[in-house]
């Protein structure tokens, strides 16, 4: 059995940060990484097109003033191999690589209580001990996928957006098809539909895009931003959502038509996914909602030719920003392309798959390809893959049956030491997730390393402060118009999920400073523990 101080699964973004604070903290620390690469979501979502709707700059680790110097973006929004470069970069410049293992997939996970440590187990037969289980898994890396009639009968070539072959797949001259109008299937599409012989996107629900003002960046550009690197991140961390801007302080409604026209389509040129910023109560106010969603309509509209295919494209069953828009590049445009076709499958069910194709209610389609672009079991998904067992064997899948519980998104009460990254009850995906790991990343640092130092072996959050930690959350979501739609925020668009809203919406600063609190409260809401409550009830009960 190997043994480690803090055990870190998942060597994406967040696991490497955290492997190097540690590191820098004093803190052993392994990763254990499920792929034969490092990288995460950026390593797994190599279709064509994947790009990150964040900014080059913010979408970057602030830890190091020497990396933000060296490392030169070239676009404005960067592609995944871009991403996938500066991260094995991030490896390389800091040696992360020597405390990486890789192919090593956990599958369980015990609490000993006596000993407060973790028993780690992985699918090629390792066996871990650590006392700090730190789970890095993703909040978008479990993919999800349908169950159609016949489905495992298509002959031809099946792929899923986010785990596409690293060796690309040949569409060229291919009958094509795009299941799946999120992110990736709008990201995708434009980059397929001019090589393929035949596109057909099915859709289910229209979403929401912006264009991406793509660029590459100068050199100019390049010198300022590096000049002014610190307010730009201080920038961002005070931001609502991490993206480094915030919204005028008025309401949608109270600015003349005109005025709000021109600053709609400031925003609207410029800011990408920061178009539900423009003022803040777009994603609070039904009204003030409706005037940007005409305004996205319109637009929308605007950059599709054909009138059936652009009644069918434009949303207009959903609030803008309630599930998660997109950022483009020429999605809609694509659907002006003859060899492209829209298969509205909310109004024609896709009936079955067959060993040439699909059928819908209006008609059957021949495929060389199916790609699947049809999302991920979102934030609880990759937590629960793995079986973590806490206290008296408690399965967290059985404890979150009805839905996640836990303290500030960090910890929950039965399973002692298991910290929690970027996952349910954090801002995690309504934020820059950068931002939201890097300050709970340093977090969970200074925690371990004040542990250490008093000599506590434990830390868990006390089953009150999780019931009002959660219930809080919700309370945030319905100020909100974010449950007025199923969505992966809520887990309503996953049948049997439980419909509870899962990220914290009250923004990444004022988590930020609900962290500070608490640890300036000596952990409020946690037991510390300088002997494992197991061993102080069994102590208990020997001296009844
Ligand atoms: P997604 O946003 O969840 O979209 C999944 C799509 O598949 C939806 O259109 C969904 O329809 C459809 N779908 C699911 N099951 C279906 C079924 N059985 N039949 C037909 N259609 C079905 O997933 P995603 O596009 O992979 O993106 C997920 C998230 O990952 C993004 O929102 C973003 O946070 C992140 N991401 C980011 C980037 C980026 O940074 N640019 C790129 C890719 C992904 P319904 O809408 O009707 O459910």
Not at 502 to 530: D, V
Request: charged share 25%.
């Amino acid at each position: 059995m190997m043994q480690i101080e803090t055990l870190i699964v998942g060597a994406g973004l967040a696991g490497l940060r955290a492997l190097h604070a540690l590191r820098e903290a004093g803190i052993d620390a392994k990763v254990l990484e499920a792929s034969d690469e490092i990288g995460g979501v950026w390593n797994h979502n190599r279709y064509p097109g994947a790009r990150c709707d964040v900014e080059s700059y913010d979408y970057s680790y602030s830890f190091s003033k020497e990396l933000e110097q060296e490392w030169r973006w070239t676009e404005r929004y960067p592609t995944q191999p871009e991403i996938l470069r500066y991260i094995n970069h991030v490896a390389d410049r800091f040696d992360l690589r020597r405390d990486v293992v890789l192919n090593a997939r956990v599958t369980e996970a015990f609490y000993d209580e006596a000993a407060a440590h973790w028993v780690v187990r992985t699918q090629d037969g390792q066996t871990w001990q650590t006392r700090f289980l730190m789970l890095c898994l993703g909040q978008l890396s479990a993919p999800k996928l349908p169950d159609y009639p016949g489905q495992s009968s298509f002959e031809g070539q099946v792929v899923v957006s986010a785990e596409w072959p690293k060796g690309g797949v040949d569409y060229a001259g291919k009958r094509v098809a795009i299941i799946g109008t999120g992110s990736s299937g709008m990201q995708m599409t434009p980059i397929i539909a001019p090589e393929a012989a035949h596109l057909t996107v099915f859709q289910r629900t229209a979403n929401y895009s912006v264009p991406a003002a793509n660029a590459p960046l100068t050199e100019e550009e390049d010198r300022e931003v590096k000049a002014n690197y610190a307010v730009r991140r201080a920038l961002m961390r005070n931001s609502p959502t991490g993206l480094g801007f915030k919204p005028e302080k008025i309401a949608t409604l109270d600015v003349p038509e005109a005025e709000r026209e021109q600053a709609f389509e400031r925003a609207y040129q410029r800011l990408g996914f920061g178009f539900a910023l423009t003022y803040p109560d777009i994603l609070l106010n039904a009204e003030a909602n409706k005037v940007a969603s005409a305004f996205l309509h319109r637009k929308i509209g605007e950059r599709i030719k054909d009138p059936k295919t652009r009644d069918k494209l434009i949303p207009r069953t959903h609030h803008f920003g309630t599930r998660r828009p997109s950022v483009d590049s020429g999605y809609f445009e694509a659907f002006n392309r003859d060899n492209v076709t829209l298969a509205d499958v909310k109004k024609f069910p896709i009936l079955e798959f067959t060993e040439t194709g699909i059928r819908t209610a209006e008609a059957y389609h021949e495929f060389d390809i199916i790609i699947f672009a049809t999302g991920f079991d979102a934030l609880t998904g990759s937590l629960l893959k793995p079986a973590i067992h806490g206290r008296r064997g408690t399965l967290l899948k059985d404890k979150w049956a009805q839905g996640p519980l836990t303290h500030l998104g960090v910890a929950t009460a039965d399973f002692p030491n298991l910290l929690i990254v970027a996952g349910p009850g954090s801002p995690s995906v309504l934020s820059n997730v950068m931002v939201s790991i890097e300050e709970q990343v340093d977090w969970f640092v200074a925690l371990l390393a004040g542990m250490k130092s008093r000599g506590e072996v434990e830390i868990e959050a006390t089953e009150q402060a999780e019931q009002d930690w959660t219930a809080h959350v919700q309370e945030r979501a319905l100020e909100t118009l974010y449950m007025t739609a199923d969505s992966f925020y809520n887990g309503g668009e996953v049948a049997g999920k439980p419909r509870v809203f899962m990220p914290y919406s009250g923004g990444i600063r004022s988590y930020r400073r609900l962290l500070e609190t608490c640890a300036a409260e000596g952990y409020s809401g946690f037991a510390l523990r300088k002997t494992p409550a197991a061993a102080q009830d069994a102590g208990v009960q020997q001296d009844a």
